[in-house]
Each structure stands twice: as structure tokens, then as C-alpha cells.
T-cell receptor
Framework: NAGVTQTPKFRVLKTGQSMTLLCAQD?????MYWYRQDPGMGLRLIHY???????AKGEVPDGYNVSRLKKQNFLLGLESAAPSQTSVYFC????????????FGEGSWLTVV | RKEVEQDPGPFNVPEGATVAFNCTYS??????FFWYRQDCRKEPKLLMS???SGNEDGRFTAQLNRASQYISLLIRDSKLSDSATYLC????????????FGQGTELSVKP
């Protein structure tokens, strides 16, 4: 019973490199989210999706792209990584929009040098 | 102004103490309210939902005041295992269920 799985868990990138974070959920959830968390701050929403094939911008979308080609997967891409994107990234999925049914992945630690 | 603001931390309390966290939110269209707990280097986990009538779960009591746009969490008889960061969270009506987080308040319970 995997729930929400994020890969990779840790990554070090050089400035300008690109990478993709994968979020996979096995609960048939419609809603999926990507957040970032920086020291001393709560989570901030980057992008989210309310269903397969749909994506929308959150609070801090600049520098990131996303895709939801399959219902179970939500990919977060960094086309040209910058040191300001050093952060912990959390993916989440939800059955509905109530806020009561959200499950988080364990986080992905990204360092851009 | 941040959409969700919490008391600055950290709170350092002895075991057995009662501690209260406060949170305010700016958007009157906020629909649902929660307290999450986050341990160091872990994902946030739902502690409890917050209802207008107030609700209790063991040593934890949550209150919501919609008129003042204020949420609180009271922890009685603090345990060492309560040490964590507590996040105040709201959702907005018809916004895809996305959670809006406060910056969190760190609690450290000492022996």
C-alpha cells in the first residue's frame, strides 16, 4: 500500500541543469499538488491538478513546469535549475476538494549549487 | 499580508504544561480549517480538522472564530512526543482543495 511516492528523495543539481521530480499515487485520486518548503516557512503551492490532463498555477509557479498525462502521476520539472530552487518538495494527492482527504509524500530534498 | 499567519515560535515548555497556538487568516472565503503536525524532515500530517463549534481530540482542542478569522489549538498536559512544528492550514471555497499553510510554530517540550 504505497500511497504517495516521490522520486528521487535526494538530488544535487548544478545551476542550469534540468530535472524532473515524479509523484505517483495508487489511490485513484483526482487532485494532485506540488509544494515547496523553505526553512522557517510553511508549504507553498507550486502547481496543482484537478484531474488527468489538467494543471494550474499555484502561489510560486515561476521556474517550474508540470504535467499530468496519467491520473496516477504528477511530474514537476525544472528546466534550468537556480540556487533559489534549493528546497524540500512535497507532493500530495486528494480524493476530493474538501481538504480532509489529502495524503503527502515523504518529500524530495533538492540542492542546486 | 500573508493569507495565514501564526504565532512566531519557538515555544519551549516543560512536560505537563498547557500551550496554546494562535492563527489568523485573511480571506473570508476560507472554507475548511486544519491543524497539521510536522516532525523534523518529515511530511506534514493531519492533526485535526477545526469546526465552528470547536472540537476536541484527547489532549488537543481546536477552536474557530469565523467572525474574527481566528483559529486556535490548545494542547493540555504536554508530552515530550508533542515536540514538533504545528501548521495552521485553510482551504478556500471552490479552489481545487489546495491547502494554504501558515509558516508554522515550533514546539519543544522539555523534561
Amino acid at each position: 500500500n504505497a500511497g504517495v511516492t516521490q522520486t528521487p528523495k535526494f538530488r544535487v543539481l548544478k545551476t542550469g541543469q534540468s530535472m524532473t521530480l515524479l509523484c505517483a499515487q495508487d489511490m485513484n485520486h483526482e487532485y494532485m499538488y506540488w509544494y515547496r518548503q523553505d526553512p522557517g516557512m510553511g508549504l507553498r503551492l507550486i502547481h496543482y491538478s484537478v484531474g488527468e490532463g489538467t494543471t494550474a498555477k499555484g502561489e510560486v509557479p515561476d521556474g517550474y513546469n508540470v504535467s499530468r498525462l496519467k491520473k496516477q502521476n504528477f511530474l514537476l520539472g525544472l528546466e534550468s535549475a537556480a540556487p533559489s530552487q534549493t528546497s524540500v518538495y512535497f507532493c500530495a494527492s486528494s480524493y476530493d476538494s474538501s481538504g480532509n482527504t489529502i495524503y503527502f509524500g515523504e518529500g524530495s530534498w533538492l540542492t542546486v549549487v | 499580508r500573508k493569507e495565514v499567519e501564526q504565532d512566531p515560535g519557538p515555544f519551549n515548555v516543560p512536560e505537563g504544561a498547557t500551550v496554546a497556538f494562535n492563527c489568523t487568516y485573511s480571506n473570508s472565503a476560507s472554507q475548511s480549517f486544519f491543524w497539521y503536525r510536522q516532525d523534523c524532515r518529515k511530511e506534514p500530517k493531519l492533526l485535526m480538522s477545526v469546526y465552528s463549534s470547536g472540537n476536541e481530540d484527547g489532549r488537543f482542542t481546536a477552536q474557530l472564530n469565523r467572525a474574527s478569522q481566528y483559529i486556535s489549538l490548545l494542547i493540555r498536559d504536554s508530552k515530550l512526543s508533542d515536540s514538533a512544528t504545528y501548521l495552521c492550514v485553510v482551504t478556500l471555497y471552490n479552489q481545487g482543495g489546495k491547502l494554504i499553510f501558515g509558516q508554522g510554530t515550533e514546539l519543544s517540550v522539555k523534561p
